[in-house]
């Protein structure tokens, strides 16, 4: 586990797109979140692209034993099925931003968010579905316990919320989304026999370090926020 994650961030250390972003993160302007690196596109056609709709809570179903069949999983699969259904409580948060927030900084770093875990939910689905397992439905989400998860009254509070305030509850919120996902990642890379596969592998890591990248800057921009009154 030590030796796994610095392996990631050296990695992205190395990638000249991060340390575009890294000099970035010295502000919380419109430019410096459009200088974010941006998802890899990928050749497949089932990944999503901007513009693609995609089914998130597409039911399937469950068998008898809800939040115990989660347990009974292989690592992986339940990895795969938590954190789809994390990715999806996370693009509820984005589509507030359009009509909410206060500045394009918030903006554009949600519509960054919105577009890679989109693109990342439908390489989770095609992971399972490749494998011939189960895709999680709305019913087995509801009984699955997540690290980060906001609670109804977080969410009613931020759809509530609008301008400065809200810009200040989404960083924040996301944040602690974000460090949720990063907790899952540490667990599922802390399970005997986890992440064998090449593909796995690979999705684990890009979700971690573009996590942490995010989580970089959205304490960033709520540092820079400290310093001027919300509207």
Do not use: Y
């Amino acid at each position: 586990m030590s030796r796994i994650f610095p392996f990631f961030r050296r990695i992205r250390v190395l990638a000249p797109a991060c340390l575009l972003f890294a000099a970035a993160c010295q502000s919380a302007t419109q430019t410096d979140v459009a200088q974010l690196p941006a998802p890899v596109a990928s050749a497949d056609p089932h990944v999503h692209t901007p513009g693609m709709v995609m089914d998130t809570t597409r039911a399937h179903p469950t068998p008898a034993g809800g939040g115990a069949m989660a347990h009974q999983m292989d690592p992986d699969t339940r990895f795969m099925h938590h954190m789809i259904m994390h990715h999806a409580q996370a693009l509820v948060m984005t589509s507030l931003v359009p009509s909410r927030a206060n500045t394009d900084g918030v903006r554009l770093l949600a519509e960054r968010i919105d577009i890679s875990q989109k693109d990342e939910t439908a390489a989770m689905r095609r992971w399972l579905e490749q494998r011939g397992r189960s895709l999680p439905s709305e019913e087995h989400a509801m009984q699955m316990s997540m690290p980060g998860m906001l609670s109804d009254a977080e969410l009613a509070r931020l759809r509530a919320a609008s301008g400065g305030e809200f810009d200040r509850l989404f960083l924040e919120f996301m944040i602690k989304h974000h460090e949720g996902a990063l907790t899952m990642v540490a667990e599922l890379m802390g399970s005997q026999g986890a992440a064998q596969d090449s593909e796995m592998f690979r999705l684990v890591s890009d979700i971690d370090a573009d996590q942490r990248i995010e989580i970089d800057r959205m304490r960033s921009m709520l540092g820079a926020m400290a310093g001027r009154p919300t509207g």
